[in-house]
T-cell receptor, first 116, second 112 residues
Framework: GAVVSQHPSWVICKSGTSVKIECRSL??????MFWYRQFPKQSLMLMAT?????????EQGVEKDKFLINHASLTLSTLTVTSAHPEDSSFYIC????????????FGSGTRLTVV | GENVEQHPSTLSVQEGDSAVIKCTYS??????FPWYKQELGKRPQLIID?????GEKKDQRIAVTLNKTAKHFSLHITETQPEDSAVYFC???????????FGTGTRLLVSP
């Protein structure tokens, strides 16, 4: 089956530093990658959608200069949280979709980010 | 944007009882309606989905019903078991499936 590997699974960083999260599709080509953020006891909130080779489309209220998304290849997408602050502490999770399966969303295992 | 309301936010049942979770939405262009189960700290797992050309779908103890006219869809779990305890999310696929929008979630607790 389709697998998306997400790393790291957890990370602790200091305020003001940047953190990069990677999502790799292991056995399929992810033409579209979705990035979500989930605060404790809340729902998954879509941050942005990226298509391979194109600039990401950000949801309203999400700062594109703070959450940098790169989707330069069909198997790798990255989310970089720049100048992280404690309020950025959350569970970040990616979801990949291939063009041949528009109903198939494969989720990564998530990254628990804690900013101290 | 899309708006998905999910009820109830918490649901406690006894083992063997049925559980029903309902979602209502506003975007009539939505045509893909999946349900996910999420355990603490884990990724959401797809448990069942339905497309707009179908009114009901069943998979063993789990079923989903869709009323496109009224813009709501529901998850039905029969003969609940303690291992069904988790948070359940409904979601909507928008036109063209460019993104998946999640409901607010329901915490289901099944007591032995």
């Amino acid at each position: 089956g389709a697998v998306v590997s997400q790393h790291p699974s957890w990370v602790i960083c200091k305020s003001g530093t940047s953190v990069k999260i990677e999502c790799r599709s292991l056995d399929f080509q992810a033409t579209t990658m979705f990035w979500y953020r989930q605060f404790p006891k809340q729902s998954l909130m879509l941050m942005a959608t990226s298509n391979e080779g194109s600039k990401a489309t950000y949801e309203q209220g999400v700062e594109k200069d703070k959450f940098l998304i790169n989707h330069a290849s069909l198997t790798l997408s990255t989310l970089t949280v720049t100048s992280a602050h404690p309020e950025d502490s959350s569970f970040y999770i990616c979801s990949a979709r291939r063009a041949s399966q528009p109903y198939g969303y494969t989720f990564g295992s998530g990254t628990r980010l804690t900013v101290v | 944007g899309e708006n998905v309301e999910q009820h109830p936010s918490t649901l406690s049942v006894q083992e063997g009882d049925s559980a029903v979770i309902k979602c209502t939405y506003s975007d009539s262009a939505s045509n893909y309606f999946p349900w996910y189960k999420q355990e603490l700290g884990k990724r959401p797992q797809l448990i069942i989905d339905i497309r707009s050309n179908v009114g009901e779908k069943k998979d063993q103890r789990i079923a989903v019903t869709l009323n496109k006219t009224a813009k709501h869809f529901s998850l039905h779990i029969t003969e609940t078991q303690p291992e069904d305890s988790a948070v359940y999310f409904c979601a909507l696929g928008d036109t063209g499936f460019q993104k998946l929008v999640f409901g607010t979630g329901t915490r289901l607790l099944v007591s032995p």
